[in-house]
């Protein structure tokens, strides 16, 4: 079973098994999202959450049944119209500075850790911990899982605002001689063509650019919850060398499934239940229940690019195969009675 689940997995593989890993712990697994989450999403929730009009906080469904057309429905866009609401400056803040730091540096740290453990006992063939142990576990190196988190999302930030700082030149650059070109004659529509050509060329480059470093360094993480590193960029930066368009497909694979999975419920919730507070509430609990959903595919692929890179589980796969060479039968040899028996054979007299 361990040396099965340590060998190098696939694409297919990977998400096989973190889908496995979800249905064989899915209460351990919810119930860390509750007691993570849940309090973090209601508050959430109950901050920016504002009083809509009442085609939006009755369902579709009521007003089918009431007689409305779909005309009042879907004509005049008032389905998707909330009432116009002062902002509340101090609320916004609430979430700016306090909530979302919260959650960027301590729950989903706590989030990944815990996870990672559970997977970590499954892989090897340990007793999976209960929820306060991998509760435990994911705590107790809170301060470096927080900082280290806080050193990426500033470099990621750093890297994203770059990538808008040329855009934006390119796009001041492109303005500039638009309008000259304008002046002297306008532009024809071949270089229209083109220039939206090259905006949507260049707004791939920039996706795919910040796409790849943070492939490359979003494995610091598990380093850093498993007490190898203090903080494990490097270590993931290595880890990831030749692995970036596998993980790349993986995660576009594992996004589009999840994506459209949340869409479609997310539709049936609007039809039934409205836009109320019920309705949101509900959208909120359904995310919670899939959030492991995306760290489970993160923690398995990180221990197979281990067992790729860094020949984890190499050791006890060849003591298991020795063992099981020298448990197979030999072939015994019948004694000798005499030292007569050891003397070579005349093959000469034998044949006579």
């Given at each position: 079973m361990?040396?099965?689940s ?12 973190s ?16 007691i993570?989450y849940?309090p973090?999403?209601l ?11 009442v085609?939006t ?6 007003q ?15 389905f ?7 902002i ?13 730091p919260?959650?960027?540096l ?23 911990p ?13 301060w ?7 050193l ?25 001689g638009?309008?000259?070109s304008?002046s002297?004659g306008?532009?024809g ?7 939206i050509?090259?905006?949507?060329i ?21 380093f ?20 970036f ?35 949101q ?15 489970l ?28 060479s ?6 015994e ?20």
């Amino acid at each position: 079973m361990q040396n099965a689940s340590l060998r190098p997995m696939g694409i297919g593989r990977i998400l096989d098994r973190s889908f496995q890993l979800y249905r064989k712990h899915f209460v351990t697994l919810t119930m860390i999202m509750l007691i993570l989450y849940g309090p973090f999403n209601l508050l959430v929730q109950l901050l920016t959450y504002q009083e809509t009009a009442v085609s939006t906080s009755s369902s579709i469904l009521d007003q089918i049944r009431s007689g409305a057309s779909m005309q009042d429905l879907f004509g005049s866009g008032a389905f998707m119209q909330n009432k116009q609401t002062p902002i509340d400056v101090g609320k916004v803040l609430l979430l700016l500075l306090v909530l979302i730091p919260i959650m960027i540096l301590g729950l989903m740290p706590a989030t990944i850790a815990s996870v990672l453990h559970l997977v970590k006992a499954s892989l090897f063939g340990e007793e999976t911990p209960g929820v306060g142990g991998l509760l435990r576990k994911s705590f107790r190196r809170f301060w470096p899982l927080a900082g280290s988190t806080f050193l990426d999302a500033l470099i990621m930030f750093g890297i994203y605002i770059g990538l808008a700082i040329i855009i934006v030149i390119f796009v001041i650059v492109f303005a500039i001689g638009g309008n000259l070109s304008s002046s002297v004659g306008g532009l024809g529509g071949g270089a229209v063509v083109l220039s939206i050509i090259f905006f949507v060329i260049l707004g791939l480059g920039a996706i795919f650019t910040f796409s790849y470093f943070f492939i490359r360094w979003c494995y610091y993480l598990p380093f850093v919850a498993l007490d190898e590193e203090s903080i494990g960029l490097g270590r993931s930066w290595k880890l990831t060398r030749k692995s970036f368009w596998r993980l790349f497909l993986m995660y576009f694979v594992l996004t589009l499934i999840l994506y459209l999975f949340l869409a479609v419920i997310d539709l049936i919730i609007v039809a039934i239940f409205g836009l109320g507070l019920g309705g949101q509430l509900l959208q909120s609990l359904i995310s919670i229940l899939v959030t492991p959903l995306w760290v489970l595919p993160y923690a398995v692929s990180f221990f197979d690019l281990k067992v790729r890179n860094e020949g984890l589980g190499l050791e006890s796969l060849i003591e298991s195969t020795i063992q099981t060479s020298s448990s197979e039968p030999t072939e015994e040899l019948e004694p000798f009675d005499t030292f007569e028996d050891l003397r070579p054979i005349d093959l000469d007299k034998k044949n006579d």
